[in-house]
């Protein structure tokens, strides 16, 4: 499985910005998918993520300011970013979780967020 970011870049306090991840490969091995970030001298955190029931999880910090969506017939993942601030500057991952225990997490390379006026 290939996971694809894109849409990174500069924001700007206030605005928004859109990520995507695609996927390729062996799709079929994909349980759900998901947003994780990483900032600067900090662990990876979970950001937005589908769950194994379709339900969505967010963290607190960006709860109301973030949404996940997918579309299916692309095979392909949305975050959509509002309201951004400063401590949103970070390195964002498409995660996919596997279907099966044995496989590990896949993981796109990174798109690099960076917010600041």
């Known amino acids: 499985v290939d996971l694809v970011e894109s849409g990174g870049g500069l924001g700007h306090p206030g605005r928004s910005l859109r990520l995507s991840c695609a996927a390729s490969?062996?799709?079929?091995?994909?349980?759900?998918r998901g947003w994780y970030r990483q900032a600067p001298g900090k662990r990876r955190e979970l950001v937005a993520t589908?769950?194994?029931?379709?339900?969505?999880n967010y963290a607190d910090s960006v709860k109301g300011r973030f949404t996940i969506s997918r579309d299916n017939a692309k095979k392909t993942v949305h975050l959509q970013m509002n309201m951004l601030t400063p401590e949103d500057t970070a390195v964002y991952y498409c995660h996919a979780a596997p279907k099966l225990a044995d496989f590990p997490d896949y993981w796109g390379q990174g798109t690099q967020v960076t917010v600041s006026s």
């Open positions: 589908f769950t194994r029931d379709g339900d969505t």
């Open positions: 490969g062996s799709i079929d091995n994909i349980d759900y």
